[in-house]
């Protein structure tokens, strides 16, 4: 039976909404990793997306502007759109608290970060079953029902509970930490039991599927078929399929951005403002495991040991805004703007400084004249899912000549390890080192490097993720799901 429609579910929508006047509201695309990996996925092949539009229900428009705000964005995509309302109260103890505090942090191997509140997963639970009649109440009985990251694992135990007897499919899109790290989680069966509930759970890498596996046979005893990218679950009663399939994303689209006239002409001011110096770019959401701090710490100790890379390297830190509202998140900004500062006092002369610090949401345009401009991406989370800024670069590094700086704790280490430069982020003489190496490579390495990369990211496009996700959960292609010239939103 072919699935009719393919409808992704996520905590957030892919739309931002904003207040332009007492009573009117605007809205636009929205940024963010997940937004920009299914965005081409689901455009304009009809079908649907499930979320939360981003603010309390208190401060939403009213249902009925909602309702029409949102037809408007999704005829605009190509898909419906369909929200879920969280009050504030939902919003701290489910967003904030259990997905923020405790599953981001245990995820990410930072668990002494987490708060394990026991109110949290009451909201964690009330929140996922909200999403899940939300699911009932919009998706037919072919849709392929697609749920996307960890705030969300309980959707297919609840769907199961309402008798919904769909295929489901699940991404982890952050990484699936090992047992011993697993195991501090009070509600770790919970957690494991709600995804078995899935058909087929889909990590980024073959490490966190392994670590996952490893948790099922320690904690739950099942066994477990295949190995490598794809295997099963072996349960009683039926299979739970278990994959890595590492994220990408439209390769044409920001290689095609990067060799437009604005994006060039954005990128020759930066460079004329910045003469006869090779630009070093960090791009990142604010967040401690994308070790802004130790990377700063890491370019003060190239600075002072490699003396000829002052005046001849400029560093690029631009920090996207993200969970305001964490105090965790708050401190961290706070740190990074003391140690831009200290570091910039300690070496600026007359007509340079070392860092350059942007502290707001780029627009694609300038983000892209950044990537195409900037001779050398640093790129040093602790610890990430895959770090998609680091395939960006690379599809808008035309000219061939960037060379990529990556950590070996990101998820995009496992396809880029051969011709970036690994480093491991908290060796700070280690990153040192290997900007000193990347400011001193010729232009053929570099282009021999460059070229290999762009290569890999042009064949693992985003395409030929959903393709091996689909393909692995109901055996089709996302060409089962044909584009539509004339989208109406199905309502
Ligand atoms: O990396 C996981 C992720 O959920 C991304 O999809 C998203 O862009 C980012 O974290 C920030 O998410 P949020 O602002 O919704 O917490």
């Known amino acids: 039976m072919t699935a009719e429609r393919l409808v992704v579910v996520s905590n957030r929508l892919p739309v931002v909404l904003k207040r332009s006047g007492s009573d009117t509201w605007q809205i636009t695309p929205g940024s963010g990793g997940l937004v920009t ?23 939403c428009p009213d249902e009925e502007s909602l309702g029409r705000l949102l037809t408007e964005g999704g005829s605009r995509s190509g898909y419906a759109l369909k929200y879920v309302y969280l009050d504030r109260d939902e919003i701290d103890r489910y967003y904030y608290g259990f997905a923020n ?21 009451e909201a964690y639970e009330g929140v996922n079953c909200k999403f899940a009649r939300c699911v009932v109440e919009h998706a037919g009985k072919n849709d392929y029902v697609w749920v996307h990251d960890y705030h969300l694992i309980l959707v297919a135990r609840e769907l199961r509970r309402m008798g919904l007897g769909h295929r489901i499919g699940f991404f982890l899109h952050v990484p699936f ?9 009070p509600w770790r069966f919970q957690i494991l039991e709600a995804l078995l509930e899935y058909d087929l759970i889909g990590f980024q890498t073959v490490r966190d599927r392994r670590n996952f596996i490893g948790c099922i046979r320690a904690l739950l005893g099942y066994k477990v078929k295949g190995r490598g990218q794809i295997g099963s679950i072996i349960m009683n009663d039926r299979e ?80 996207v805004p993200s ?27 007359v007509g340079w400084s070392p860092i350059h610090y942007i502290f707001h949401t780029l627009t694609r345009t300038e983000l892209v004249a950044y990537y195409r401009t900037c001779e050398i991406a640093l790129i040093t989370p ?53 900007i000193y190496k990347a ?47 004339f989208f109406v939103p199905r309502q």
């Open 177 to 185: 930490p090992p047992l011993d790290i697993f195991l501090k989680l």
């Open 37 to 59: 990996a299914m965005g081409p996925v689901l455009r304009n092949r009809g079908g649907m997306w499930i979320g939360w539009p981003g603010l309390a229900s208190e401060d």
């Open 439 to 485: 400011f001193s490579m010729n232009e053929e390495q570099r282009r021999e490097r460059m070229r290999r990369l762009r290569n890999q990211i042009r064949r693992h496009d985003i395409i030929d993720w959903v393709d091996s996700f689909l393909r692995a959960g109901i055996a089709k292609g996302l060409d089962d799901f044909p584009l539509t010239e």
């Open 101 to 121: 505090e405790i599953l981001w942090p245990l995820f990410h191997d930072l668990f002494p970060q987490c708060n394990f509140d026991p109110v949290y997963w």
């Open 323 to 349: 969970r305001r509202e964490v105090e965790e998140y708050e401190k961290l900004k706070q740190e990074i703007e003391r140690l831009v500062g200290e570091i910039n006092g300690k070496y600026t002369e």
């Open 240 to 319: 739970v399929h278990v994959g890595a399939f590492p994220i990408s994303i439209d390769f044409k689209e920001f290689s095609d951005l990067a060799r437009s006239g604005e994006v060039a002409d954005q990128a020759w001011i930066v460079h004329a403002n910045l003469p006869k110096m090779q630009l070093i770019l960090g791009v990142d959401r604010l967040d401690y495991t994308k070790g802004i701090p130790h990377r700063l710490l890491a370019f003060d100790n190239a600075l002072t040991r490699y003396p000829e890379l002052r005046r001849k390297v400029t560093l690029i830190q631009v920090v």
């Open 382 to 434: 602790l610890k990430d899912g895959m770090n998609l800024v680091a395939k960006e670069y690379c599809a808008s590094s035309i000219e061939d000549n960037g060379v990529l700086i990556l950590s070996e704790f990101a998820g995009a280490a496992a396809q880029l390890y051969q011709d970036a430069l690994l480093v491991n982020p908290y060796d700070r003489q280690g990153v040192a080192d290997a």
